[in-house]
């Protein structure tokens, strides 16, 4: 079965592109999974 195609979003902290399914969400924001950790640790 073909891989699925996802789109790239950037992160709200570093701005880097990241495929779809390898961010998060945290307060209306999308977040590579590294960013997400970080500011997960401030709450």
């Keep these: ?3 699925k ?3 790239s979003l950037e992160c ?3 701005n880097e592109s990241t495929m779809e399914s390898r ?3 945290f307060d209306g924001q ?7 950790e970080k500011v ?3 709450i």
Aim: hydrophobic letters at 30%; proline letters at 9%.
């Design 12 to 14: 709200k902290a570093c």
């Design 1 to 3: 079965r073909p891989a």
């Design 30 to 36: 999308v977040y590579c999974i590294p960013c997400f």
């Design 5 to 7: 195609i996802l789109d």
């Design 23 to 25: 961010t998060r969400r």
């Design 40 to 42: 997960e640790q401030k």
